[in-house]
């Protein structure tokens, strides 16, 4: 589907919307998923993973949260928020969810997935009103047993060889189950940081130095992915 503008407190935002349309998605309304960028922006290969929820079943929006204003300034505007936990990215991504929630097709039960920089804004959303989150390669908030407090169910998938976030995904899980929110958090050992997808147009040049795609650790990653979003989105309706 094109993008669209969606609903925010401050106007509107533009986004990508997917909707299921294959033989194996049944009929609507289905469960939403919010879908968060990297640090890339809303590529392709963003576009590319809302068509990957849609295909198992969801409403998928992926806001552009660097479309209000020029692009350096709404980059450092949403590292800021990653970073404080409050700002104008936080906001944009509740207000997806929203979104969703009230269209004629969603059932009203939203998640959020975030990669890189996304998966830090998913942690930080997850508990504020998303039923399930997906926190990927992403930054712990800066105290996370306060900022995790009341979290909705979170799946979280990280890369051994990811020097910027060493320790990160055992860190999480040790807070989560300090905090008795349900988690599955895991580290794969040999992969590095945006191992999830292949990275395709200007991110591409950053394979394999800053991100690499690795499709055994991947393939476990979805399906544990998909595995809590099922449980958690489509059996609570």
Partial sequence: MPD?????????????????????????????????????????DIRAQADRFAERGYVALAPDLFAWGAAPKCLLATLKASASGHGRALDDVDAARDYLAARDDCTG????????????????????????AAANYGHLPREPEQ?????????????????????????????LTGLGVEHDVKEYPDATHGFLFPHTGR???FEPWLVRYDPDAAADAWSRIFDYFDAHLKEAA
């Fill in 4 to 44: 669209l503008d969606y609903p925010v407190p401050a106007g509107t935002l533009r986004g990508y919307l997917a909707v299921p349309s294959g033989p194996d998605s049944g009929p609507g309304p289905w469960p939403g998923v919010v879908v968060v960028h990297e640090i890339f922006g809303l590529t392709d």
């Fill in 203 to 205: 991110a591409k040049w």
């Fill in 147 to 175: 900022a995790l407090a009341g979290a909705c169910p979170v799946v979280g998938s990280y890369g051994g060889r990811d020097l910027q976030l060493r320790g990160a995904a055992a860190k999480l899980d040790g807070v």
């Fill in 109 to 132: 039960n939203v998640g959020v997935a975030g990669f890189c920089l996304g998966g830090a804004l998913a942690m930080l959303l997850a508990p504020k009103g998303f039923r399930v």
